[in-house]
């Protein structure tokens, strides 16, 4: 019903994929439908974000993030989402001769006409000599901030390139007062989470290995910094085993707030609702404690108060339903 962690390239249809490469004048490889989702045999993040190359390769032209995101938000649309936020990382988009601006301006021209509110987290990524571009990024969340932007983040491999190396990025980023939220505590642990609370993020994107510390936990509670979790990428990048592995009720019962998220639709094969289902049917979850999830997510949502209350009446007006579409 409620998607905050959404990645754009990981959640192309194969419609889009399709349209995508025509439009980029992109030969799609034999059997392209197979390099869209996890491999089963991926071992870690490194290798599902190998998935990432293919959508990326055709979203390099003016008009492809447009057309993009108005396609996953007509998607969400029809799950009976009520609001989410997609993320991407514009300097990921610049092959085609597009600036890291043009880039966020075509994505945001995707959001006219939007059959439901959706806002875009900008990403930096981790890695090295890309410090200019991270700072762009964080530059051009500023200046969209409020204009379809609604936050910043840190995305790519954490256990390559520590949460520590982005100091200074995220000094800025508090010294530009725009809200963050760090992928941290997925293949990396409780210093990755740690450090990421020390920048001051509002959210830690995953933090699922916060379990593996009392104190970190502790500071997460305290100071209500939301966990976005995701359930199958979890899975798919070998951070767990099952989903009964997820420390889910560890959460609930430490008081930690999180609230769930579908990562990468077609990567993880996957979406919110369903995301949902695996970890009601996993930990016998009431559907109050659904309930008290996605109002979680209401409050963690990187928007105004006021669409706050609106989308918390919608909830109200929705929920039995949607939990009865989706056997929740
Ligand atoms: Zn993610």
């Known amino acids: 019903m409620i998607d905050l962690h959404l990645h754009l390239d990981g959640s192309l249809s194969e419609e889009d994929v399709l349209y995508l490469a025509k439009l980029s ?13 996890c491999p089963k045999d991926a071992t870690s993040l490194v290798d599902y974000l190998r998935c990432f190359d293919l959508p990326l390769s055709i979203m390099q032209v003016k008009g492809s993030l447009a057309y993009a995101v108005k396609s996953l938000i007509h998607r969400l649309h029809s799950l009976g989402l009520i609001y989410a936020e997609i993320r991407f990382a514009p300097q990921l988009h610049l092959k085609g001769g597009m600036s890291q601006e043009e ?18 987290i900008l990403c930096a990524m981790r890695g090295e000599g890309n410090e200019k571009e991270n700072l762009e990024t964080l530059r051009l969340t500023k200046k969209y901030l409020g204009k379809g932007v609604c936050a910043f983040d840190l995305a ?14 995220f000094k800025e ?5 725009v809200p963050f939220t760090i992928h941290a505590g997925e293949s990396e642990g409780c210093a990755s989470i740690d450090d990421a609370l020390s920048f001051g993020a509002l959210r830690i994107g995953h933090g699922v290995r916060a379990k593996e510390n009392e104190l970190t936990m502790l500071r997460l509670k305290e100071n209500k910094i939301f966990l976005e979790i995701c359930p199958t990428s ?34 993880s094969n996957t979406n919110v609702n369903l995301e949902y289902r695996h970890v009601k049917e996993a930990f016998k ?7 008290f999830l996605l109002c979680n ?3 963690a949502s990187f928007t105004s108060e006021k669409e706050k209350w609106s989308l918390k009446k919608k909830l109200d007006e929705q929920f039995t339903n949607w939990c009865l579409t989706n056997n929740l």
């Open 297 to 299: 997510a209401i409050e």
């Open 285 to 291: 979850l009431h559907r109050n404690e659904i309930y």
């Open 234 to 267: 979890n899975l798919d990048t070998k951070a767990f085993k099952t989903y009964e592995d997820l420390p889910i009720r560890t959460f609930l019962l430490h008081g930690i707030h999180f609230f769930i998220n579908s990562d990468n639709m077609s990567v």
């Open 173 to 177: 980023a508090r010294k530009l007062d």
């Open 103 to 120: 880039v966020v301006l075509d994505a945001l021209d995707g959001l006219k006409d939007s059959p439901i509110p959706a806002k875009l």
């Open 156 to 169: 790519g491999a954490e256990s390559l390139y520590h949460t520590d190396k982005f100091n200074s990025l």
């Open 25 to 37: 004048d992109v030969t799609l490889p034999k059997n392209w439908q197979e390099f869209m989702h």
